[in-house]
């Protein structure tokens, strides 16, 4: 019975240092907000970076024509067309393909990776039909989606800051990612031309004003997470050029690199973090995305396993193999409503080779998923929040404000989506939350950057 008072002691301490009261949501989003102004006053001003976007022409709904988007950003990548009929015929037509990307191609080498893309992206365009047309002697045009941090030099170029999630491909970092992938589709033969290079919360946010006229901010929940949204020119001081036409610029914050002392962290998160391909690096992002959730799970259950023999006299060795726990499964777990928890017990055979769990044990790990996710969505909140706040958006009364969400976590895992949408109304209240809505962008982001294709053409 010592081992059963040892994992109480554990869950008890993980409970404690996970919290996120009220307050503490307030506290997280406050430093949002406070970090979102000084990203825009000067480079490296924060830890935001708060990237200029060069995207200052939404999408209107006048945009006509054959485009092209690939989506490059996460385990899997998609090519996209669309055949796009203006205010009258919209999206005519749309086809999309996903790819997953070899481990190896992850790790590897710079043209590698880009001619596993371009190659994937030639047999797409092979086997474009009758329903799309590209009218004579023009070139097809592509909105290429890059989910990684990079400093934009134009619509249509700009250089990897990094790579995350996951991603250190050899030869990239410093390089102009357009220059990479138009050398690669010129090595396929493609006669295609990148219009536009956009990060996956811009595409998202482009796709979602199309759609709705309110949509200020677009927020990615998935492997990553990042947000972008739309700002006043002029309240960029960082800006060196010419203030642009429409007074308004996207701003990609890269928020996933966000870090503050108000953030509830636990030694499971230090651990993970310095074990990590970018230690010291997206601390907020390794709290909240789907990529880690699994992997903080399986972090404490290993504690539970060495300090309190949960699964028994000996450490299932499958559960020392970092990230063996997805966040899907972890969901999956978590969403068990069988009465023997027989959802969680078959879960933890399939993946970390434990037989037999008993029930007390499955409850532990079903407690164990709801800090960690919870804590997760409710942070997801408070940096909503710090967007809401620096829009003055925040307040009762206000105009409808919408959100563009896009991300498998967000959609998949309905107890973080509950959970953070709660959240909102809990800390903004009852009568400003009712001005917010938080509308699912499926696929804005491929659709988006073809639209941002259309609207920075070479034929305009
Ligand atoms: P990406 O972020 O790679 O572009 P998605 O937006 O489709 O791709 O998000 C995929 C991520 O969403 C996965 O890595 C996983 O973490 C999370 N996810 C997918 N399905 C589920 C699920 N059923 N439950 C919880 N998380 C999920
Ligand atoms: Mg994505």
Request: a negative charge.
């Amino acid at each position: 019975n010592g081992r059963w008072a040892r994992a109480g002691a554990v869950l008890k301490e993980l409970e404690e240092q996970c919290a996120t009261p009220v307050e503490k949501v307030k506290e997280v989003a406050d430093a949002m907000t406070k970090e979102m102004h000084a990203g825009l006053e000067s480079e490296d001003g924060s830890m935001l970076k708060m990237l200029i976007s060069f995207v200052d022409r939404l999408p209107t709904g006048d945009e006509r024509g054959l485009f092209y988007a690939l989506d490059l950003g996460g385990t899997n990548f998609r090519v996209l067309r669309v055949q796009l009929g203006g205010k009258e015929g919209r999206v005519v037509n749309q086809q999309c393909e996903e790819v997953s990307i070899p481990q190896d191609l992850m790790v590897g080498g710079s043209d590698e990776l880009f001619d596993f893309i371009a190659s994937a992206l030639a047999n797409f365009v092979a086997s474009e039909d009758e329903d799309f047309h590209l009218p004579n002697g023009k070139q097809r045009e592509l909105g290429f989606t890059f989910s990684f941090p990079v400093k934009q030099t134009s619509i249509a170029s700009g250089t990897l800051i990094k790579w995350t999630k996951g991603f250190n491909v050899n030869g990239t970092v410093g390089k102009d990612v357009v220059g990479e992938l138009t050398r690669a589709l010129q090595r396929q033969g493609i006669d295609m031309q990148v219009t536009a290079l956009v990060n996956d919360t811009v595409g998202t946010l482009a796709g979602g004003i199309y759609d709705d006229n309110d949509v200020v901010a677009a927020i990615i929940l998935g492997t990553g997470t990042n947000a972008a949204y739309v700002e006043r020119a002029d309240a960029i001081k960082k800006w060196q050029g010419p203030l642009p036409n429409s007074g308004e610029m996207v701003i990609n914050m890269e928020w996933g690199n966000f870090r503050s002392s108000y953030l509830p962290t636990t030694d499971y998160d230090h651990a993970l973090d310095a074990e990590s391909l970018n230690p010291g690096q997206q601390i907020y992002e390794k709290l909240i995305s789907g990529m880690y959730l699994g992997e903080i799970v399986r972090r404490v259950l290993l504690r539970l396993a060495v300090e309190a023999a949960l699964f028994g006299d000996n450490v299932p060795p499958q559960l020392e193999v970092p990230f063996v726990l997805q966040t899907p499964v972890m969901s999956a777990m978590h969403h068990d409503t069988s009465a023997d928890l027989k959802v969680v017990g078959a879960k933890m055979q399939d993946f970390l080779g434990i037989s037999n769990s008993s029930f007390k044990a499955r409850k532990l790990v079903v407690q164990v998923c709801d800090i960690v996710a919870k804590r997760g969505a409710r942070l997801a909140a408070a940096g909503i929040i710090g967007i809401l706040k620096k829009l003055g958006c925040d307040r009762p009364n206000m105009k409808r404000t919408v959100i563009a969400m896009d991300g498998g976590l967000y959609e998949h895992y309905t107890i973080f989506r509950e959970s953070l949408l709660a959240t909102l109304k809990e800390v903004l209240g009852e009568e400003a939350s009712a001005s917010v809505l938080v509308i699912m962008a499926n696929d804005g982001s491929g659709i988006g950057a073809s639209l941002l294709a259309a609207s920075h053409s070479q034929y305009l």
